[in-house]
């Protein structure tokens, strides 16, 4: 008797044992005679040039590259003519567990994102998570989002968890899973005996990692909440783990807390901020944090606007999506795009944003935000293979005669452009599709998930 689709769809979300994620073929490449943005400082774009990798990793990128030369054999050659070729971008928040709640956040006070996914988180099992968060990604994926930070705080319990990081390794993106507590509240404490363990477990260049997703007691005099906030805090930084903070709603007394109670470090990863005062982001930048701007949802949710001029002492940062479900898609080119029109909207001054800046913020800037520079966020010899190549033969794409491409990306490309997307050296989209994936199982499956999550929601309310 034939597997039912959507059955099959879960299981290939949950089947994946943790840290053993059965990767797909990884033969040496040559992506050829492409426009190659390396987004490498000093480098620059090669109008006409080939990337050479081999072992997940560029070995080489120039013209009419032999890959003999380079001790290299058989090789996949991939056509890279009439193509822009560029890092991944890299997605600096998410929360890829909401992914299965588009739709359900319609404006209304009966329908604002917080109570609706706080409800409907409650009820979602460990198979949903991992349907949403696989759905989530490979959406991510299919943009040429190659790596993303993910903000899991709806770990229910520790199959949920598991399910979230079982789905991101079959995915075939480059993730770091932020392990929180059951709610967005901070009545409840985070299981860090098991981060701890799934932490200690991982090798430590794993294409997915782990963090932790903190979260601020909103009473500054709740001592217990605190103290309870503080064992988990120090645990992250004994375990070497990256933590991510929002600030956001009331940023002011949430970021005074942060420096007041000394916070603040390499691999702490803030938020938002939308509103965030020159004195507290100085005091971030100072301290080696970094910061996650996501646009698209700060103005969703009617946080306000995020001036990206406003941030520009800050070393590190990137753009988050923040939520396929919240940001509406898993759309990197909209949320430069937005972040630009704030920008010259607020300067009332057409020349106050440049295209390359956006671009480098969702490539270069976001991979060290999250301390990945050395792998990834650029293209360049020693570095991970994770690049994406985009068609320009759309219509929306037509007319272009020459300049700098980043303007074209920025104001006109759309993720449906985006052809080819390489991670760790392995092919996964080619020719405008994600290769090995069950499109159509996988929606059938979400869809089926979305409706038990509100059918279960609507009960217990």
Not at 183 to 201: F, G, K, S
Not at 299 to 313: C, E, I, M, S
Not at 337 to 356: I, K, Y
Request: with cysteine.
């Amino acid at each position: 008797m034939p597997i039912p689709r959507l059955l099959l769809a879960m299981c290939l979300v949950l089947s994946a044992p943790l840290g053993h994620a059965v990767e797909a073929s990884r033969p040496a490449l040559l992506v050829e005679s492409g426009y190659v943005m390396t987004m490498a400082p000093g480098v620059g774009d090669l109008a006409r040039a080939d990337v050479l990798v081999r072992d997940g990793r560029i070995v080489a990128i120039g013209p009419d590259l032999d890959p003999a030369a380079h001790g290299i054999g058989a090789v996949e050659r991939i056509d890279a003519r009439g193509h822009l070729v560029l890092p991944g971008f890299v997605d600096t928040h998410s929360h890829l567990w909401t992914t299965t709640m588009r739709g359900r956040f319609g404006g209304t006070d009966a329908t604002q994102y917080f109570p609706v996914s706080t409800a409907l988180g409650a009820a979602a099992t460990a198979a949903d998570t991992g349907i949403a968060m696989r759905l989530g990604a490979l959406e991510l994926l299919d943009g040429g989002i190659t790596t993303t930070a993910d903000f899991f705080e709806n770990v229910l319990t520790p199959a949920h968890a598991e399910a979230g990081l079982a789905a991101l390794e079959t995915s075939g993106i480059r993730a770091r899973m932020y392990y929180g507590g059951r709610d967005r509240t901070t009545r409840n404490p985070i299981n860090i005996a098991h981060l701890e363990r799934l932490a200690t477990a991982r090798p430590a260049d794993a294409r997915v990692g782990l963090g932790l997703a903190w979260r601020l007691p909103r009473d500054r005099d709740d001592d217990a909440n605190w103290a309870m906030r503080q064992r988990e805090y120090d645990m992250a930084r004994r375990a070497g783990l990256p933590v991510q903070v929002h600030v956001s709603g009331e940023p002011g007394p949430m970021f005074d807390a942060l420096i007041d109670r000394g916070y603040l470090a390499p691999g702490v990863e803030v938020v938002h901020a939308t509103d965030a005062t020159p004195a507290q982001l100085a005091a971030l930048d100072a301290a080696g944090a970094s910061l996650s701007l996501t646009p698209v949802s700060e103005q969703r949710v009617g946080y306000g606007l995020t001036r990206l001029a406003a941030f520009a002492g800050v070393d590190r940062q990137g753009l988050g999506i923040d939520g396929n479900a919240l940001a509406g898609s898993a759309d990197m080119f909209a949320t430069m795009r937005l972040a630009a029109l704030t920008w010259t909207g607020d300067a009332r001054d057409e020349t106050a944003v440049q295209p390359r800046r956006l671009l480098e913020l969702a490539t270069l800037g976001g991979a060290r935000a999250l301390r990945l520079e050395n792998d990834v966020g650029s293209l360049a010899p020693g570095k991970r293979a994770d690049l994406q190549l985009l068609r320009l033969d759309a219509p929306h794409l037509a007319g272009f005669a020459g300049g700098d491409p980043a303007a074209l990306l920025v104001w006109s490309a759309r993720p449906s452009d985006v052809a080819t997307v390489i991670v760790d050296g392995i092919v996964r989209k080619r020719d405008g599709a994600l290769v090995g994936v069950d499109m159509p199982a996988l929606v059938e499956a979400a869809n089926a998930s979305a409706a038990g999550l509100l059918e279960r929601a609507q009960a217990a309310d």
